[in-house]
């Protein structure tokens, strides 16, 4: 089978090699989308991915065979490569380490994966795709699960005014899924492309950070109070503190973008109002659960994610990281295998 081989230092290497079969417990699957994850880029980046790792945890397919023991799967059921429950003993680290630390740890994993034709999982492992959600919404289950869950650690409210800093394709979900928990939606973005995006699922308005002040614009647009709930879905040097400097007294800031550079912060402007800071990581097997029933039920929509430029192939994938190593006006990217 083909597959992107991570040789390190930033390279790729696309490549034949031998298709996996299932074992005990196991089930072999035919994956037909993958899409690109922003921590896999942080791993390309960095440098950061294990030498001869097969990357890619945001996948749909379908099952190919199953190992002995498996009754829950039949070859061809369509699934999503990941949502199962856990079971006691099987918690991801990042669950289940006091001391987690995503930046030392979070790049161990040599199993091969979503970048190959193939890829075994657990049976308890995947889940499976309703109908109606196409393969490519469905490879976006994981970062749909992401905002989910970043939506339901906050404290948002029905009513609440939510402002979403960054509008790639997390802040893009963050924002559809708090207006589908109520919120109206603020955001801020320079890019045009994202931005017609973000109002197209729904954003009240959107402030290009590089023409106003996104501070003194979300105040003006609160009456003076500022959003409720902030979530920081850029990650970049100057968003934290300005989710912080625009949050209401006794509000809510959520991180939810991954930064890898130390962020300057200036308490004294924003301690004063009591504000509660909450982080969010990842999502749970019930976060992946409610993404696909809110794609099955139309409140999420994943075209607005992609662009015609959005779909590649597993050959392209080189130049495609090494233009995701500084994002500018890119959306979701999905490879079609």
Same mark, same amino acid.
């Given at each position: 089978?083909?597959?992107?081989?991570?040789?390190?230092?930033?390279?790729?290497?696309?490549?034949?090699?031998?298709?996996?079969?299932?074992?005990?417990?196991?089930?072999?699957?035919?994956?037909?989308?993958?899409?690109?994850?922003?921590?896999?880029?942080?791993?390309?980046?960095?440098?950061?991915?294990?030498?001869?790792?097969?990357?890619?945890?945001?996948?749909?397919?379908?099952?190919?065979?199953?190992?002995?023991?498996?009754?829950?799967?039949?070859?061809?059921?369509?699934?999503?490569?990941?949502?199962?429950?856990?079971?006691?003993?099987?918690?991801?680290?990042?669950?289940?380490?006091?001391?987690?630390?995503?930046?030392?740890?979070?790049?161990?994993?040599?199993?091969?994966?979503?970048?190959?034709?193939?890829?075994?999982?657990?049976?308890?492992?995947?889940?499976?795709?309703?109908?109606?959600?196409?393969?490519?919404?469905?490879?976006?289950?994981?970062?749909?699960?992401?905002?989910?869950?970043?939506?339901?650690?906050? $404290?948002?409210? /029905?009513?609440?005014?939510?402002?979403?800093?960054? &509008?790639?394709? +997390?802040? #893009?979900?963050?924002? !559809?899924?708090?207006?589908?928990?109520?919120?109206?939606?603020?955001?801020?973005?320079?890019?045009?492309?994202?931005?017609?995006?973000?109002?197209?699922?729904?954003?009240?308005?959107?402030?290009?950070?590089?023409?106003?002040?996104?501070?003194?614009?979300?105040?003006?647009?609160?009456?003076?109070?500022?959003?409720?709930?902030?979530?920081?879905?850029?990650?970049?040097?100057?968003?934290?503190?300005?989710?912080?400097?625009?949050?209401?007294?006794?509000?809510?800031?959520?991180?939810?973008?991954?930064?890898?550079?130390?962020?300057?912060?200036?308490?004294?402007?924003?301690?004063?109002?009591?504000?509660?800071?909450?982080?969010?990581?990842?999502?749970?097997?019930?976060?992946?659960?409610?993404?696909?029933?809110?794609?099955? $039920?139309?409140? /999420?929509?994943?075209?607005?994610?992609?662009?015609? &430029?959005?779909? +590649?192939? #597993?050959?392209?994938? !080189?130049?495609?990281?090494?233009?995701?190593?500084?994002?500018?006006?890119?959306?979701?990217?999905?490879?079609?295998?």
């Amino acid at each position: 089978m083909k597959a992107a081989i991570y040789r390190s230092k930033q390279l790729f290497e696309v490549t034949d090699i031998p298709t996996p079969k299932p074992e005990q417990g196991e089930v072999l699957i035919k994956v037909n989308r993958s899409a690109i994850c922003g921590t896999d880029v942080h791993a390309f980046m960095y440098d950061l991915a294990p030498t001869g790792a097969v990357l890619g945890h945001e996948f749909s397919g379908v099952i190919s065979s199953v190992g002995a023991g498996v009754t829950q799967w039949k070859e061809g059921d369509r699934v999503v490569g990941g949502g199962g429950e856990w079971p006691v003993g099987k918690e991801p680290p990042a669950r289940s380490h006091p001391r987690y630390n995503y930046r030392t740890m979070g790049f161990v994993n040599t199993r091969t994966r979503g970048y190959a034709e193939y890829t075994l999982l657990d049976d308890w492992a995947p889940i499976p795709i309703p109908k109606g959600v196409t393969d490519e919404a469905a490879a976006l289950t994981e970062p749909c699960s992401v905002a989910v869950h970043a939506v339901r650690r906050s $404290s948002l409210s /029905i009513g609440d005014t939510v402002a979403v800093f960054g &509008a790639g394709p +997390i802040g #893009l979900l963050v924002t !559809q899924v708090a207006i589908a928990a109520g919120a109206d939606v603020i955001v801020s973005e320079p890019a045009p492309g994202r931005s017609s995006a973000a109002l197209s699922v729904g954003a009240r308005t959107v402030i290009d950070p590089f023409e106003h002040d996104p501070v003194q614009q979300m105040v003006e647009l609160t009456g003076g109070k500022g959003p409720d709930v902030v979530f920081d879905c850029a990650g970049l040097k100057n968003t934290l503190q300005q989710a912080f400097d625009v949050v209401r007294r006794d509000g809510q800031v959520v991180l939810v973008a991954v930064p890898w550079e130390s962020l300057p912060l200036l308490p004294a402007e924003w301690m004063a109002r009591e504000i509660d800071f909450r982080s969010s990581w990842g999502g749970s097997p019930a976060d992946w659960k409610i993404s696909l029933d809110l794609m099955a $039920s139309g409140k /999420i929509s994943t075209s607005s994610l992609l662009s015609d &430029a959005s779909i +590649i192939t #597993l050959d392209e994938i !080189q130049e495609h990281f090494e233009a995701l190593m500084n994002p500018s006006t890119q959306l979701q990217t999905i490879i079609r295998m």
